[in-house]
């Protein structure tokens, strides 16, 4: 072998290892980490996420089924809703987050809709849930729009009667 073609072919290896080489490897450890981390975020999730043995405390499904059976099949019921779900915001209330925020956190037990027209008719709701201030706003917001707030009592009972002519009306 003469000289140029010893040069010629360390040239060749110097480039097959600085293009192929360092590149396969870097992808190789990219990959890895992708890999290892991807997978301690699965354990952590699996670890950390369960489903909740019952989801309603017997007071709560008891007058759930009783609010069902008075709506019948003109009616559906809602739970755990929050304000954001019922009121529709004006465009220039709508991108402020602090409004948005304090709206998700006024929450709603119970939201009586109507099968026909998807309107609102009837909210019931726990105040001992929220603060006094997120109360009054519901109920003002509700009144604003003309749907009926029913407060229920720290037993979570209610009058039949009033939530049949509530939902009568």
């Not at 003109?74 to 209330?93: F, Q, T, W």
């Not at 119970?110 to 105040?127: C, G, I, M, R, T």
């Not at 109360?135 to 749907?147: A, P, R």
Request: net charge negative.
């Amino acid at each position: 072998m003469n000289t140029t073609t010893i040069v010629i072919l360390s040239y060749a290896f110097i480039w097959f290892v600085f293009f192929v080489m360092c590149p396969l490897v870097i992808v190789t450890f990219v990959m890895t980490c992708i890999k290892f981390f991807r997978s301690s975020e699965n354990q952590l999730v699996e670890a950390a996420v369960s489903i909740k043995p019952h989801l309603l405390d017997k007071d709560s499904m008891h007058f759930l089924k009783s609010l069902k059976a008075i709506a019948a099949n003109r009616y559906d019921v809602l739970y755990g809703a929050s304000l954001v779900n019922v009121v529709d915001l004006d465009e220039s209330v709508r991108n402020h987050e602090e409004v948005q925020d304090f709206m998700e956190h006024c929450h709603l037990d119970y939201v009586v809709v109507d099968n026909e027209s998807s309107a609102v008719k009837l909210v019931v709701s726990d105040p001992a849930a929220s603060s006094p201030e997120q109360m009054k706003f519901v109920e003002k917001c509700l009144d604003y729009i003309g749907v009926q707030l029913i407060k229920l009592d720290k037993d979570k009972h209610c009058d039949e009667a009033l939530l049949r002519t509530a939902l009568a009306a």
